[in-house]
């Protein structure tokens, strides 16, 4: 048993803690410490987090994010955004009885080549006919579309996270019927450039003082 437990510890003992960045357009937010027995094993690791951790702001708690490394510079680990959802509490929360809900799910390319599949979800206060669901679905894709060919990748994510896309779709979509929320419910990337596809990159620094080189 003795030699079982030396054995766990000794495991633990050969990791190294990388700290986890998120992206540029996200302010580079330390997303946490995450163990690994090299830097290779970072590569392709999904990290969630909240949007609140990255404005810390409590009304943001409800939108989760995904972020997934893509390149290992000494101690530090950088990602890119991987996708997004509302918590199901949240998403639970915004259904009520005798009124409508609209979804629409869209896959976009943004202006320099990355794919994504994009949920967007309108409520309304009160039940609408058919021909309105259709008429804010339109609306819905229109914006997205519109919005993909317009913003490159970076620029997208950051307005489908921060509400200006939805803010967009219900400043049309409220023409055709009333609207309680509009939202881009969930996201998730599909597929980076041709060029890009199979970038990671590892960078190894030089030992710290005092640290041992394996």
């Keep these: 048993m003795s030699s079982r437990r030396r054995r766990v510890r000794d495991k633990w003992r050969s990791k190294r803690w990388y700290t ?7 302010g580079n937010v330390e997303l946490g410490l995450v163990p690994a027995d090299s830097p290779e094993k970072m590569i392709g690791r999904v990290i969630e ?14 939108l989760k994010i995904y972020f997934q490394v893509v390149e290992v510079e000494g101690r530090t ?11 199901r509490d949240y998403l ?5 009885r005798r009124t409508t809900r609209i979804d629409g799910i869209f896959t976009i390319t943004t202006k320099d080549g990355y794919r ?10 009160h039940r609408i006919k058919t021909s309105q669901e259709k008429g804010i679905r339109a609306v819905m894709k229109e914006v997205i579309e519109r919005k993909a060919n317009e913003l490159n990748f970076d620029q ?18 409220k023409k055709i019927a009333p609207l309680r929320h509009v939202g881009i419910r969930k996201s998730k990337l599909l597929s980076k450039p041709p060029e890009l596809m199979a970038v990671t ?14």
Aim: hydrophobic share 40%; proline share 4%; glycine share 4%.
């Design 92 to 96: 639970r929360s915004l259904v009520r």
């Design 20 to 26: 986890v960045l998120a992206p540029d357009y996200f």
């Design 116 to 125: 994504l599949r994009v949920s967007a979800c309108a409520f309304t206060p």
């Design 77 to 87: 680990a950088k990602t890119i955004f991987k996708g997004h959802e509302y918590s």
């Design 201 to 214: 990159e590892v960078v190894e620094k030089a030992p710290e003082v005092g640290e041992k080189s394996t």
């Design 49 to 62: 987090a909240t949007l609140y951790d990255l404005t810390e702001d409590f009304a943001h708690q409800y």
């Design 156 to 173: 997208f994510v950051q307005e489908a996270i921060l509400g200006k896309i939805a803010s967009d779709i219900y400043n049309e979509a």
